[in-house]
């Protein structure tokens, strides 16, 4: 039992210092490698067949050092794509998706720091309606494994989208390892984005 026990912490601790050593060496990234590198994972995003086909798209509002998401916005409302935000039950940990109706909407921040829509103004969109899911991550691999950030917020909210709804993680090529460490609770994700490369679920 105790053996189980410390087998598990191993995890956790592997974990935290991939998160940490990712973050380590997307931070190490010149503002202009970073914008450089973020701006040819959206040029891949908008040029992929599951993006333009797509009717609804759950984004995400990117922290400091992440893939910048701020673009994808417009470039969903430009197209007529219904663009929807998550809103973080602080309590729960759970995501419900908001739309968003404008570029310039006012966005609040929740408990960890992404931008949201403020839920009493914004319109609830079931999740039955998203045809093409962003992901956010700290680490991943190239099967599809999926480091968050700790809070276990995506992990609940994957198996709630529809079978045919298309997960796609936009990472930079620091974030990708050879193998994460994946527990019962944690989600594949099906497809990832990088300034190189598509990388499709082994």
């Keep these: 039992m105790v053996q189980a026990g410390g087998s598990m912490e191993d995890v956790r601790m592997k974990k935290r210092e991939l998160r940490a050593a990712a973050q380590k060496r997307c931070e190490a990234l010149s503002e202009d490698e970073y914008r450089e590198r973020s701006e ?18 759950l984004l995400y509002a990117s922290l400091p050092w992440e893939p910048d998401t701020r673009q994808l916005l417009a470039d969903c409302l430009d197209t007529g794509k219904v663009a929807v935000l998550p809103v973080m039950n602080p309590k729960r940990f759970e995501l419900v998706p908001f739309k968003v109706e404008t570029v310039d909407q006012k966005l609040i921040p929740n408990a960890v720091g992404r931008l949201e829509p403020d839920p009493r103004t914004s319109k609830h969109v079931p999740l039955q309606y998203v ?3 962003l992901i956010p991550g700290a680490v991943f691999d190239e099967r599809g494994g999926r480091l968050g950030h700790g809070q276990g917020t995506y992990d ?47």
């Design 131 to 133: 045809d093409l899911a």
């Design 40 to 57: 040819a994972i959206r040029q891949r995003l908008k040029e992929f067949a599951n993006f333009q086909e797509a009717k609804t798209v």
């Design 156 to 202: 609940r909210l994957i198996p709630l989208l529809p079978q045919t709804t298309r997960k796609v993680a936009l990472a930079l090529e620091a974030q990708v390892v050879s193998q994460v460490p994946m527990e019962a609770h944690d989600r594949f994700i099906d497809i990832i984005i990088t300034e190189n490369r598509v990388i499709y679920k082994i």
